[in-house]
């Protein structure tokens, strides 16, 4: 068991090693030559030939991942990508489409592509993604003749579409085209077959159950979770029970026993474990075949061979040959968040269910009879510690992928998992009973349906819970990494020192508990005092993409946001990130203009931040404008119109007052003791007379308007003004040269900073002095 878990940690770090470091596959194996080599000499020491065996592994890793992603030859169709020319090629649908709002994706492996300034064709090979804005029906099998750009598939500021694609092996994609149907049918037989019981099971589903448990129970049962509403999908994920809906260990394990108590009565033991088998090998085919599918299907299989062969089936090592075989197969699937999380749940359940289950059972001993204790732990066990500890392996990989930590998973989980059995069973049973006999599929959803029913209902009450998850920001790979090293010195390390005899009297599992709670309360003991009030104002411009989002703190902890900039996605996340751990609110949601740049990125936050009242600029608004507005009055927010001279009382002489008016927006200025903080358009002329005649009226900082293009700050008003410090909302390239040589000929004795050079800036004050931080040194 150690030497094949050995095993799989050398090669899955060469796979993540062969990522970074850019050499060839024949690099590789040079080195793994060298390895074998040194290990062959040092053959005698045992500590040293087996850390050059472990290398050896390693750079085959890395070379069976740099061979997977080889350079395109012209055999390969990515090899014709970004020509700049529309292309005609000939090939099949491999996967079920994939239908969106507006249009439907179609993967197809490409058979034969035309040349049109060769007007010849050529046979190639590879798979590509087409998006077509039609809903004419294709379907797995069909041969087509596919019209369109051939590109690279885009890579955007919130992810790698490029990278989510090359999971699947597709290297380019065709985003607008013209499909045309040649031939149906066409497809592997069986898998032929397999793709017309899926949908005709989907569309039983479908006439069995109302929505939205019919859509729960496609993505239960078949894979299908493309018609999950939305609202319902966010409850799941909110409550981090999103793994309910996917496909996973937990839904193949049922299959398993099901299938092993049925096909055993029914065909003896031999038999009906190769019957099981074959069940969970075309079941897998039928979803789809995902790496947490197979994952699961792997490790059901190799349980199902020992107990074929009458041996003890050893999880871990199972794992471990998991990811060999999988990784082997399909480099890439490392990379895959689903496989991920899958191989991570599993780990936590082969290190720590059957120790946290012993630990509670010895607890419940010391209190009941052991027959008692016993029955009562393995209920416990099931649905709420192995719940616990699956948790603590993917807890970092949750927080770093989504970005969200859920509050309430470890009691929504406990309270849905008994009935998922019933959904899978009696959903199933139904889905059958109905593609023979709709009459009698009705009749058995009838009792089904109550317990979809049940699951949604639970996992919408507790994502309706104040704190139910809060948005973390960005997460760091080196804090993923520090977790699982700490994670397995705790898990490793105190059992070694333990049987040493360096930790007299403290075990394993009290001595991970124990420096685990002083960790968790160190750090939020840690964070709780960051968050207090130090009586300063704090100000910090947010870098979100180019539009103006300035997040207040004010000296008696009143939290403040003018504009929201363009990205919600943005927004959301650093809110979450300064933010109190605690707190999920602002008091004011001030807005200088009606801009999307001003508004866009507020779209939405209403889901997840609860907002005192809104000062509305009261100028005719863009779409946006008028959306996030109907957000607001939806979630029942104060709106008060904004008015010249108006000021908002932040606490310990903090004041925010509207100076001016335009139609470019509003002028804000925020006021403690001596210093100012200004932003918007200097609309009214007297903004620069009174600067002048008492230089405690100018501002100490201006947040320049519309990025610093001069439209709506005048070269004039900004030497009148003339501030300390002039901050510019840039979005990183800064494709609009901003911001204009009029701006910065006027602020020559200025400083200025910008949030494309310098990321988010913040400014400190007590009144009389200031001090600036920022995210980096200019570029």
């Known amino acids: 068991m150690q030497t094949l878990v050995g095993i799989g940690a050398a090669w899955l770090a060469g796979l993540a090693l062969g990522r970074q470091l850019q050499l060839t596959w024949v690099d590789w194996l040079v080195l793994a030559v060298a390895g074998c080599a040194a290990a062959f000499a040092f053959r005698r020491l045992v500590t040293f030939r087996s850390i050059f065996l472990g290398l050896v592994l390693a750079a085959l890793g890395a070379a069976r991942l740099q061979a997977a992603i080889l350079a395109p030859t012209p055999a390969d169709i990515d090899f014709y990508r970004d020509g700049g020319e529309p292309l005609t090629l000939t090939g099949l649908i491999v996967r079920d489409p994939e239908p ?45 003749e596919a019209t369109g750009l051939l590109e690279t598939p885009p890579v955007f500021d919130e992810f790698s579409y490029r990278e989510v694609l090359e999971l699947h092996g597709i290297r380019a994609w065709m985003a607008q085209a013209q499909v045309t149907r040649l031939a149906a049918r066409q497809g592997n037989p069986f898998l032929q077959v397999l793709h017309s019981i899926r949908h005709r099971a989907h569309r039983t589903l479908l006439l069995l159950f109302p929505e939205p448990e019919a859509s729960l129970l496609s993505g239960i049962l078949l894979g299908l979770e493309g018609g999950i509403p939305p609202d319902v999908e966010r409850a799941f994920n909110t409550t981090s029970t999103s793994h309910i809906i996917a496909i996973s260990g937990f839904n193949i394990t049922i299959l398993a026993s099901a299938a092993l108590a049925g096909f055993g009565r029914a065909l003896g033991k031999r038999r009906g474990l190769v019957a099981a088998a074959l069940t969970i090998g075309a079941y897998t085919l039928l979803v789809g075949a995902a790496p947490s599918v197979v994952r699961a299907a792997f490790m059901a299989g190799t349980g199902l061979l020992a107990l074929r062969l009458g041996r003890t089936n050893d999880a871990l090592a199972s794992l471990a040959a998991t990811a060999i ?91 849905i998992l008994p009935a998922q059995p019933a959904v899978m069973i009696l959903g199933g049973l139904a889905t059958l009973a109905g593609m023979v006999w709709l009459p009698a599929g009705r009749l058995i959803a009838t009792v089904a349906w109550i317990f979809p029913a049940y699951t949604i209902r639970m996992v919408e009450f507790f994502a309706a819970w104040p704190l139910a998850s809060i948005p973390l920001g960005r997460f760091s790979l080196l804090l993923v990494a520090a977790y699982y090293a700490g994670l397995a010195g705790l898990t490793f390390g105190l059992p070694a020192l333990a049987r040493r005899g360096r930790l007299p009297g403290l075990g394993a599992l009290p001595a991970g508990v124990a420096l685990s709670t002083l960790a968790v309360i160190a750090a939020l003991a840690w964070r709780q005092v960051a968050d207090l009030p130090d009586g300063r104002l704090h100000l910090t411009v947010l870098d979100i993409g180019g539009g103006d989002a300035v997040l207040v703190h004010s000296p008696m902890d009143r939290w403040l946001l003018i504009d929201g900039g363009p990205s919600p996605t943005a927004l959301v996340e650093d809110l979450g990130r300064r933010l109190p751990l605690l707190r999920r609110g602002l008091d004011w949601v001030v807005l200088s203009g009606a801009g999307d740049d001003q508004v866009g990125g507020l779209i939405g936050t209403t889901q997840h931040f609860t907002i005192g009242a809104v000062l509305d600029p009261g100028t005719s608004g863009q779409s946006a404008y008028r959306r996030w507005m109907e957000e607001a009055l939806e979630a029942g927010i104060r709106v008060i119109p904004a008015e010249v001279g108006q000021t908002l009382d932040l606490g310990g002489g903090a004041i925010l007052r509207v100076v001016g008016a335009s139609d470019h927006g509003l002028t804000l200025q925020l006021q403690y003791g001596a210093f100012r903080f200004r932003m918007g358009a200097a609309s009214d002329a007297t903004l620069g007379e009174s600067a002048a005649a008492d230089p405690q009226a100018a501002a100490t900082a201006w947040l320049l308007a519309d990025s610093g293009s001069g439209f709506a700050n005048s070269a004039e008003e900004l030497a009148a003004q003339s501030p300390m410090l002039a901050l510019i909302s840039v979005e990183a390239g800064n494709r609009r040269g901003l911001p204009s040589p009029a701006v910065l000929e006027a602020l020559s004795t200025t400083t200025i900073l910008r949030t494309d050079q310098h990321g988010w800036i913040e400014l400190v004050t007590d009144g009389e002095r200031m001090w600036v931080w920022r995210e980096r040194a200019s570029e």
Do not use: C
């Open 325 to 415: 075989l999988m990784t082997l197969l399909q480099p890439l699937a490392l990379w895959d968040v689903g496989f991920q999380l899958s191989f991570a749940a599993t780990l936590g359940l082969v290190l720590y269910a059957d120790r946290l289950q012993s630990w509670v059972e010895a607890r419940l001993g010391a209190w009941t009879s052991p027959a008692v204790s016993s029955h009562l732990s393995h209920p416990l066990s099931e649905f709420a510690l192995f719940t616990l500890a699956a948790q603590v392996t993917t807890l970092p990989l949750t927080a770093y992928h989504f970005q969200r930590l859920s509050l309430v998973g470890l009691l929504a989980n406990p309270v």
């Open 100 to 144: 969106g709002d507006f249009t439907t994706s179609l993967t197809i492996r490409a058979e034969q592509l035309l040349l049109p300034k060769r007007h010849d064709t050529l046979s190639v090979d590879g798979t590509i993604l087409v998006r077509i804005w039609t809903d004419e029906p294709f379907a797995y099998g069909d041969r087509v």
